[in-house]
């Protein structure tokens, strides 16, 4: 996952200034710890990794990105797919295909990510998060993540777990970052990929202190994550976790486009 970080924190105080470059390194860290999670509990990298950045001015931040090389055309009718499934209004920013290469001679998949944005794809007070236009969208995939970064306060109340015949689906949850991963297991014309909205459950307070430090940081990592995130926020978590995949280190040349939807 790439995450990074533009901002400034201007303090009078001597040692309360936190500069651009610590934010930066602060959230990558967070992010590909979060990958180093997804590379130990599959052999293999997510066929597509989804990002959507709830910033809660109304409009949200959507990136994917493919394990492979995707045509363009695909690529960009797979994004209005989505506004159509979700009933989003929204645009396309960027299609790009990078294509890795590994140094020890092995040729890695090249990689082609997608950004754009769409309006209230996250609606907090609700408490729950839009899966369900992801697995449509996505269905012809075996295995991908869905990643909702929500700064703020929400209180979640949404899809946690869930298994069918047809799909399974399993959340990973940590302060403002809900992490979605799910297979289908049946690629049939009658398969069933609805799945409920909410699933709410008792939780545990969380103290106010706590809550207060969780708001507080998040606040910071989120802006740092909103300010890079059409710069490929989704590619970066499918590049590096290929790259752990396939344990080898990499170089690349890349080739980029930019388009509306």
């Not at 929204?90 to 140094?103: D, H, M, V, W, Y």
């Not at 809900?178 to 008792?202: G, K, M, T």
Request: contains cysteine.
């Amino acid at each position: 996952m790439n995450g990074c970080a533009v901002g400034r924190n201007q303090s009078g105080e001597r040692g309360q200034i936190h500069t651009p470059m610590r934010v930066t390194l602060l959230v990558l860290l967070i992010c590909l710890v979060a990958v180093v999670a997804t590379a130990q509990q599959q052999a293999t990298p997510p066929q597509a990794t989804i990002v959507v950045i709830s910033t809660g001015t109304g409009e949200d931040h959507i990136s994917f990105a493919f394990n492979t090389a995707v045509p363009e055309q695909e690529a960009r009718a797979r994004f209005e797919q989505l506004l159509r499934n979700g009933g989003w209004e929204g645009k396309l920013l960027r299609i790009r295909t990078e294509s890795p290469r590994a140094i020890a001679g092995n040729t890695l998949p090249p990689i082609t990510d997608v950004a754009g944005r769409a309006r209230n794809v996250v609606n907090r007070a609700s408490g729950g998060l839009p899966v369900e236009p992801f697995l449509r969208t996505f269905s012809d995939l075996d295995y991908f993540e869905i990643y909702f970064l929500v700064q703020g306060d929400m209180p979640f109340q949404g899809l946690r777990e869930w298994k069918t015949r047809d799909l399974q689906i399993q959340l990973i949850r940590t302060p403002g970052v809900y992490r979605y991963q799910v297979n289908i297991l049946r690629h049939a014309a009658d398969a069933d990929l609805s799945v409920p909205f909410l699933q709410p459950v008792e939780e545990q307070k969380t103290a106010p202190a706590q809550q207060k430090e969780i708001a507080l940081g998040w606040r910071i990592a989120g802006w740092a994550l909103i300010s890079l995130a059409l710069g490929g926020l989704a590619y970066l978590v499918m590049h590096w976790a290929m790259r752990h995949s396939y344990r080898v280190p990499a170089s690349s040349k890349r080739h980029e486009s930019t388009g509306e939807g």
